[in-house]
């Protein structure tokens, strides 16, 4: 089963930045979405963004409306997550997640982003 590998997570300063990337660890077809969500200790996992594999829309979270910039390579599969102006509430486990046109999903396996001083 191909699996979604999420990479470009780690430790970053308030209003430092950060790009995640998530990318299929072989082929896969029939993408319809692509998004980000994430989870921080105690809270349950929340949606951050989403991009259509056609580029048709992306959508946002309020919380990171602005700061946070979703896009992909179509060409490889990859979704991106550039996030800018990062708060310390930003912090938690960063998750992809690929939906297909036959309404199955992937999730990857989660990358950690701490925003501390």
């Known amino acids: 089963q191909v699996q979604l590998v999420e990479s470009g997570g780690g430790l970053v300063q308030p209003g430092g930045s950060l790009r995640l990337s998530c990318a299929p660890s072989?082929?896969?077809?029939?993408?319809?979405?692509m998004g980000w969500y994430r989870q921080a200790p105690g809270n349950q996992r929340e949606w951050v963004a989403t991009?259509?594999?056609?580029?048709?829309?992306?959508n946002y979270a309020d919380s990171v409306k602005g700061r946070f910039t979703i896009s992909s390579d179509n060409a490889k599969n990859t979704v991106y997550l550039q996030m800018n102006s990062l708060k310390p509430e930003d912090t938690a486990v960063y998750f992809c997640?690929?939906?297909?046109?036959?309404?199955?999903?992937?999730w990857g396996q989660g990358t950690q982003v701490t925003v501390s001083s």
């Open positions: 997640r690929f939906r297909f046109l036959n309404s199955r999903e992937s």
């Open positions: 072989g082929s896969i077809f029939s993408i319809n979405t």
């Open positions: 991009i259509a594999l056609n580029g048709a829309y992306t």
